[in-house]
């Protein structure tokens, strides 16, 4: 199996910043995306911030220009630095890769427990 370990949630006032992180361990072979996705009560998860093996990252528009994804290949981490946030961004936030373990032919999708982020005042 593949275990991501999140951490760095908690309660912030509007404005403030949070800095996730999230650590992949196991049998790893490679890794290609990774990321985070949230999911607020009462909605479906979407897609936050993603970043393949060769840097490229994409965001929710929600997000842009507000959240920085980062990504080191060496430890297998991958880290989401959160600035001026707001209330809507209130969220149980996952940790995702896309990965192949050794012995495996094929990659799969794997999850972190997820880390509550909550936004107020």
């Known amino acids: 199996q593949v275990q991501l370990v999140e951490s760095g949630g908690g309660l912030v006032q509007p404005g403030g910043s949070l800095r996730l992180s999230c650590a992949a361990s196991?049998?790893?072979?490679?890794?290609?995306?990774m990321g985070w996705y949230r999911q607020a009560r009462g909605k479906e998860r979407e897609l936050v911030a993603r970043i393949t093996s060769r840097d490229y990252r994409s965001y929710a528009n929600s997000v842009k220009g507000r959240f920085t994804i980062s990504r080191d290949n060496a430890k297998n981490t991958v880290d989401l630095q959160m600035n001026s946030l707001k209330p809507e961004d209130t969220a149980v936030y996952y940790c995702y890769c896309n990965a192949r373990r050794v012995g495996d032919n094929s990659p799969n999708d794997y999850w972190g427990q997820g880390t509550q982020v909550t936004v107020s005042s």
């Open positions: 196991g049998s790893i072979f490679s890794i290609n995306a």
